[in-house]
């Protein structure tokens, strides 16, 4: 569904088929351990992109639900994010692409 809608209404976006996925910080790396992952270990890089230009973009990995129809994708292609997830502030839960390789730097204890 997501490519569906992404080569149909958002061809200017790269295909999540041909993306690296990265977050753009360590907090928000390790929520996303905590929320989708928590019966493994993640190892958390400090990369960089090998081409700075490549065709990016920045989605909502967790509230672009309900994923019952076509609507969620758009949300997701959009870029919509949602602000509040609960009482207490936290991670907003970016998902970076980009269609490159990426560079580790050094891994972040």
Known sequence: MLERICLAEFPHLPSRLECVFFFENAVEAGHYNATVN???????????????????????????????????????WRGDIVPDRGQTPGPLCHEALAVTSLRVLREVE
């Open 38 to 76: 928590s019966a493994k270990r993640m190892i958390l890089y400090e990369v960089e992109l090998a081409n700075r230009r490549a065709p990016q973009h920045v989605a909502d990995w967790k509230g672009t639900g309900p994923y019952d129809c076509d609507e969620w994708a758009r949300r997701y």
